[in-house]
């Protein structure tokens, strides 16, 4: 079984920075893709950025295109979303989310098999 857990937010100031975590485990991850999304209250969950464990291109919502950071850690299958001058409009809760059967729909929420229960953030003006 796999399980996705979230870490890392919590309450910043308008231009500060967070790193999320999310640590995968249950399966030996390859190829697959690993990515973040987020949903605002009362919004539709949103990409945010994608990556692949077994390298290849890296994908960003063009909101967050030269302030957010996707990596991962291979050796402790750990996937990093570095975010840097966040916005108030940045707030919401942030998911980690891995699809198995590589598809190349990446920022469509629905492609992802699994789920982390995702981690709140919140930037105050």
């Known amino acids: 079984q796999v399980q996705l857990v979230e870490s890392g937010g919590g309450l910043v100031q308008a231009g500060g920075s967070l790193r999320l975590s999310c640590a995968a485990s249950?399966?030996?991850?390859?190829?697959?893709?690993m990515s973040w999304f987020r949903q605002g209250l009362g919004k539709e969950r949103e990409f945010v950025a994608a990556?692949?464990?077994?390298?290849?291109?890296?994908y960003y919502a063009d909101f967050v295109k030269g302030r957010f950071t996707i990596s991962r850690d291979n050796p402790k299958n750990t996937v990093y979303l570095q975010m840097n001058s966040l916005k108030p409009e940045d707030t919401a809760v942030y998911y980690c989310?891995?699809?198995?059967?590589?598809?190349?729909?990446?920022?469509?929420?629905?492609?992802?098999?699994?789920w982390g229960q995702g981690t709140q953030v919140t930037v105050s003006s």
């Open positions: 990556i692949r464990w077994g390298g290849g291109p890296i």
């Open positions: 249950g399966r030996t991850f390859s190829s697959h893709t």
């Open positions: 989310a891995v699809n198995l059967d590589g598809s190349s729909t990446w920022n469509r929420p629905q492609i992802y098999d699994y």
